[in-house]
């Protein structure tokens, strides 16, 4: 039954109580037939709660997923030859910074004692998964962890050129 042919016959239920009884029905029938109004005000403030919820949740949906397709892209880049990892770290960090309300919580997955350290494991995790996901050469993978011990070797820490 849709909502007008209801709402009609809910409508033609109370007015034939009124002419027959001669009097409104009591808040109880009202509130059994779905029609208490004493709620209205409550329900429409929860109503814009939720609505207001709904749109918080779509903002960092869609934040996920500008992250999830940058990341994918440079990943994809990265295996191609077309990075570095520290240009893949740059960018990491950037689609992070970017999308600032989404907690990716980075130095606790990839412990490390630089966020830029933090970053190349990341990247070099997500080479990691995508290359087992194509059925890949790892190689790349034990390249990219040689290059990062090397810059730690070299440096002490891994410093990110700016963006």
Not at 39 to 54: K, V, Y
Not at 72 to 86: H, M, N, P, Q, W
Not at 124 to 130: F, M
Request: glycine share 8%.
């Amino acid at each position: 039954m849709n909502a007008t042919v209801r709402l009609l016959t809910c409508f033609a239920a109370v007015s034939g109580l009124v002419i027959v009884g001669g009097r409104c029905p009591g808040p109880r029938l009202l509130a059994d037939l779905g029609l208490d109004w004493r709620e209205l005000a409550q329900l429409h403030r929860r109503h814009e709660r939720e609505q207001a919820r709904t749109a918080a949740l779509k903002r960092t949906s869609d934040a996920m997923a500008r992250r999830l397709a940058g990341k994918t892209a440079v990943v994809d880049r990265l295996i191609k030859g077309e990075l570095s990892l520290l240009q893949a770290a740059v960018v990491f960090k950037r689609l992070r910074d970017d999308n600032a309300g989404v907690d990716d919580d980075l130095r606790t997955a990839f412990p490390a004692a630089s966020e830029g350290e933090s970053l190349c494991l990341q990247v070099i995790g997500w080479v990691d998964a995508e290359l087992r996901y194509r059925g890949g050469d790892l190689g790349l993978v034990t390249r990219l962890r040689a290059e990062l011990n090397d810059i730690l070797r070299r440096d002490g820490t891994v410093t990110l050129p700016p963006a």
